[in-house]
């Protein structure tokens, strides 16, 4: 069973481009957060996200970021018009429908913006 | 609002002596808390887990962790490091009676071994 998938790895961009980040979730599971990490600092929510919902995106800044999670295919984040505050690595989680189960990481996005 | 402190922000120790990782936490409610373990460039993986069944929790790698309420404290341990166990780790909270499950992390430890 593969775990939490995210691509690409590391991403690079010029300041102004867009910058999408995907995840793929274990199988099975519909329920997918996003989390940003920012250099010497813990993981901060972004948005968490069922299929086709946005259940909660209290973490997400107000302009310039976006998510979506549709009934197939993997769930994206999006940011456009990216400033070198955006740098940080963008961790995907996911977990299965059962109440208090765990949620697995995926080994994140490293997005640098030049 | 939920939040995890912990204490020390680097810590160094010797091979085959304790590991002790302190967090504290704030919850207006029972809270659910979890510590995770980071290796360079990887993501997060659970150590251990406490959901308000047994206060000590025993984790994977020879690691546990003891609730105690009125201290608010949720200490990661280990009786004897093991060079392999050189890693960032954080503690995080959820909040049992939101159906999110979010987490919040603390800024978290990293933990040396000295050979």
């Known amino acids: 069973n593969a775990g939490v998938m995210q691509n690409p790895r590391h991403l690079v961009r010029r300041r102004g481009q867009e910058a999408r980040l995907r995840c793929s979730p274990m199988?099975?599971?519909?329920?997918v957060y996003w989390y940003r990490q920012l250099p010497e600092e813990g993981l901060k929510f972004m948005v968490y996200l069922q299929k086709e919902n946005i259940i909660d995106e209290s973490g997400m800044p107000k302009e310039r970021f976006s998510a979506e999670f549709p009934k197939e295919g993997p769930s994206i984040l999006r940011i456009q018009q990216v400033v070198r505050g955006d740098s940080a690595a963008y961790f995907c989680?996911?977990?299965?429908?059962?109440?208090?189960?765990?949620?697995?990481f995926g080994p994140g996005t490293r997005l640098t913006v030049l | 609002a939920q939040s995890v402190t912990q204490l020390g922000s680097h810590v160094s120790v010797s091979e085959g002596a304790l590991v002790l990782l302190r967090c504290n936490y704030s919850?207006?409610?029972?809270?659910?808390l979890f510590w995770y373990v980071q290796y360079p460039n990887q993501g997060l993986q659970l150590l251990l887990k406490?959901?308000?069944?047994?206060?000590l929790v025993k984790g994977i790698n020879g690691f546990e962790a003891e609730f105690k309420k009125s201290e608010t404290s949720f200490h990661l341990t280990k009786p004897s490091a093991h060079m392999s166990d050189a890693a960032e780790y954080f503690c995080a909270v959820s909040d049992q009676n939101r159906r999110n499950e979010k987490l919040t992390f603390g800024t978290g430890t990293r933990l040396t071994i000295i050979p």
């Open positions: 406490y959901t308000s069944a047994a206060t």
């Open positions: 199988k099975g599971h519909s329920h």
């Open positions: 989680a996911s977990r299965s429908g059962t109440v208090n189960n765990e949620q697995f």
């Open positions: 919850s207006s409610v029972p809270p659910y």
